[in-house]
């Protein structure tokens, strides 16, 4: 793993906690002394650390699934290409050594050409309800509205 800061002791020991999901977590934290500004100075490169991390896993996360995709379509092809091989045989199935082969027909399927054309009795109308967000707050913050309140968090922000 790559530090972006280094790290001391306790601080070394509170991410390993936090990377390999330990229990004490909160213990370790309050039991970590020096003043408040060098505690959160510790935490934020922590902090930093972690976040440093998380984006390498989503940038693995983003690879891997590019690499099962291909690898989905690669399967796909072959089999396409196996299927046709076979037909052009006019067999219907071919053993092997090891595995046996079979085209067959897959259940029948419905494919829509127009919807409009379907009769009502196989339709059913779901009705979708909105709420524009902005605009109920924008409004709410004028004048009071029933089943409305209006809520503000807090958030720590580290630059």
């Known amino acids: 793993m790559a530090n972006l800061y280094e790290l001391q002791g306790a601080y070394a020991r509170i991410q390993s906690m936090i990377e ?11 039991s970590v002394e020096g003043a408040l500004e060098e505690k959160l100075e510790s935490y934020a490169m922590v902090i930093r650390n972690i976040e440093s991390d998380v984006e390498g896993l989503k940038s693995e996360e983003q690879r891997l699934a590019g690499r099962r995709k291909s690898m989905e379509s690669d399967i796909k092809r072959m089999k396409a ?13 071919i053993q092997g050594e090891k595995f ?3 085209v067959q027909k897959n259940p029948p399927s419905l494919n829509i050409v127009d919807d409009k054309a379907i ?19 924008a409004k709410a913050k004028q004048e009071e509205i029933p089943g409305v309140e209006i809520k503000q968090g807090e958030i720590l922000r580290i630059r």
């Open 20 to 30: 390999s999901g330990e229990e004490g977590l909160e213990d370790t934290l309050e």
């Open 81 to 93: 290409h196996m299927q046709n091989a076979i037909s052009s045989t006019g067999e219907k199935k």
């Open 100 to 102: 046996t082969f079979t």
């Open 119 to 137: 009769p009502d009795e196989f339709v059913t109308v779901e009705t979708v309800r909105n709420i524009d967000k902005k605009a109920l707050l």
